[in-house]
């Protein structure tokens, strides 16, 4: 046991890794499925050109089309890594546009800031990390 306590037991460590992929997820999907269900991929594409952002409408759907396939893939346990980082990119960029400017709470404190992004983009670094191929030396 270190200074810091005792690390949990590997199984424990496994099933919470599991049940971390699985909520966000199905957290990821579920932002996906409701912008594509409500019809807010054009209003969201309409934002991204108001902002600079070429072909505002085709990224739009692109994100949405990721956070609907990436999600599904990360159930799967395929390309779970790369899938993770792709979410990650697109977190870190919602993050600086939109929930940086607003600070840190989401409620309380403030509104619509950053700190459930960071949550977000932590839990997928970590998944990204955990699945990430091993190297095998022979």
């Given at each position: 046991m270190g200074w810091l306590g005792s690390k949990a037991p590997p199984e424990r460590a496994e099933q919470v890794l599991e049940i971390l992929r699985v909520t966000v997820a199905i957290l990821i999907l579920i932002h996906g499925v409701y912008r594509l269900s409500a019809g807010l991929v054009a209003p969201f594409g309409t934002w991204?050109?108001?902002?600079?952002?070429?072909f505002g409408y085709g990224w739009a759907m692109a994100v949405t089309l990721y956070e609907l396939v990436g999600p599904a893939l990360?159930?799967?346990r395929r390309w779970t890594s790369l899938v993770a980082f792709g979410?990650?990119?697109?977190?870190t960029l919602g993050m600086i546009l939109v929930h940086?400017?607003?600070?840190?709470?989401?409620?309380?404190?403030?509104?619509?800031?950053?700190?459930?992004?960071?949550?977000?983009?932590?839990?997928?670094?970590?998944?990204?990390?955990?699945y990430w191929p091993a190297r095998h030396s022979a």
């Open positions: 991204l050109d108001s902002i600079g952002f070429p990360m159930l799967a979410h990650v990119a697109i977190l940086l400017p607003a600070g840190w709470f989401v409620v309380g404190g403030g509104r619509n800031g950053m700190e459930y992004s960071v949550i977000l983009i932590v839990a997928l670094l970590g998944i990204a990390w955990a």
